[in-house]
Nanobody, 125 residues
Framework: QLQLVESGGGLVQPGGSLRLSCTASGFTLDYYGIGWFRQAPGKEREGVAC????????YYLDSVKGRFTISRDNAKITVYLQMNSLKPEDTAVYYCARIPRRSVCSPYVHEYDYWGQGTQVTVSS
C-alpha cells in the first residue's frame, strides 16, 4: 500500500527550528520527486519546497529561502524539511506529497498524486 507519513511537527518559539520527516512506503522513492506543502487556517495550500528524483532540481517558496532546506535519503526512504529561524507566519499543517514524474520539481498542488496526512507546526511564544 502506497503511503507517505509525516512526522516532526510541534510547538516551537519564534527563531527556533524543527525538522520534518516524510517516510515513504509502497513505492520506490528513488524514482519520484517529493514536495512539502503547508496550509494555514483559511488559506490555500501552498508549495514550500520540492526535491526532484535526481540531484539538482530544487524549489523553495520565496518566503522560506535561506531558512528551510529540503533533502532526501533514499536509503532511509525519507525526505526531510529542516526549518530554521521559524516565524509565526510559518504556522500551518505541513504535508508531503509525491510528484509522479522523474526529474521534476513543482510548487503546484495539482501535479502531485499521493499525499500524507499532515503534521501541525505551530510557531508561537
Amino acid at each position: 500500500q502506497l503511503q507517505l507519513v509525516e512526522s516532526g511537527g510541534g510547538l516551537v518559539q519564534p527563531g527556533g527550528s524543527l525538522r520534518l520527516s516524510c517516510t515513504a512506503s509502497g513505492f520506490t522513492l528513488d524514482y519520484y520527486g517529493i514536495g512539502w506543502f503547508r496550509q494555514a487556517p483559511g488559506k490555500e495550500r501552498e508549495g514550500v519546497a520540492c526535491i526532484s528524483s535526481s540531484v539538482g532540481r530544487l524549489y523553495y517558496l520565496d518566503s522560506v529561502k535561506g531558512r528551510f532546506t529540503i533533502s532526501r535519503d533514499n536509503a532511509k526512504i525519507t525526505v526531510y524539511l529542516q526549518m530554521n529561524s521559524l516565524k509565526p507566519e510559518d504556522t500551518a499543517v505541513y504535508y508531503c506529497a509525491r510528484i509522479p514524474r522523474r526529474s521534476v520539481c513543482s510548487p503546484y498542488v495539482h501535479e502531485y498524486d499521493y499525499w500524507g496526512q499532515g503534521t501541525q507546526v505551530t510557531v508561537s511564544s
